[in-house]
């Protein structure tokens, strides 16, 4: 089975429409992370969450939030979804004993029409 | 700003060429680089470099840190079509946040 889990693998939804994307994880991890990924700007972050009462805006926020429901779980939502919210969208964790290596989930390729 | 620039964008060689990926960093209490590769779905580590382990091997993938220079490059010899991928670049960066390059895409043609 999968250390990071994704769901939807793929999204095709319409302007406007609230989006919850979520992740959960078998590692273990205190650490968790979300990430976009669109061609040319490679992987850009959204939020990220040290721990279960600790979360933390990336470079791009704007236009979405988070939910840390418990160590293995962070879901990321997209209010009103628009466009250019187009996008791969990466979740990933790391142990806080070695944060700089991130374990990946395969990705939600999300459409927004 | 902590920033990653990985160089060339994209490349295309044949089955059996011999690559060279570049990556410089501008980092604040500079920790670890590392490289990723990504081919149809989510990156995956291959290697971390630090001041203490500045070469990595395996098979025919190999990569050195330049602490110097602030750069790395990765090397993958003996190319194969399999080796196709988009290869990341990353250094942690403030609040022990991973900051990534745009990527180099490789091609492998057969």
């Known amino acids: 089975d999968a250390d990071v889990t994704q769901t939807p693998r793929n999204r095709i939804t319409k302007t406007g429409k609230r989006i919850m994307l979520e992740c959960s994880q078998t590692k273990g991890h205190d650490r968790m992370y979300w990430y976009r990924q669109d061609p040319g700007l490679g992987l850009r972050l959204i939020y990220y969450s040290f721990d279960v009462k600790d979360i933390n805006k990336g470079e791009i926020s704007d236009g979405y939030s988070v939910s840390r429901q418990a160590q293995a779980k962070f879901s990321l939502s997209l209010e009103s979804a628009i466009p250019n919210q187009t996008a791969l969208y990466f979740c990933?964790?790391?142990?806080?004993?070695?944060?700089?290596?991130?374990?990946f989930g395969p990705g939600t390729r999300l459409t927004v029409l | 700003e902590d920033k990653v620039v990985q160089s060339p964008l994209s490349l295309v060689v044949h089955e059996g060429d011999t690559v060279t990926l570049n990556c410089s960093y501008e980092?604040?209490?500079?920790?670890?680089l590392l490289w990723y590769k990504q081919e149809k779905k989510a990156p995956t580590f291959l290697f971390m470099l630090?001041?203490?382990?500045i070469e990595k091997k395996s098979g025919r993938l190999s990569s050195i840190l330049d602490k110097k220079e602030l750069s790395s490059i990765l090397n993958i010899t003996a190319t194969q079509t399999g080796d196709s991928a988009i290869y990341l670049c990353?250094?942690?960066?403030?609040?022990?946040?991973?900051?990534f390059g745009k990527g180099t895409k490789l091609t492998v043609n057969p």
């Open positions: 990933a964790t790391s142990d806080f004993g070695a944060t700089d290596t991130q374990y």
């Open positions: 980092v604040t209490n500079f920790r670890s």
């Open positions: 630090t001041s203490s382990g």
């Open positions: 990353a250094v942690p960066g403030g609040s022990e946040k991973l900051v």
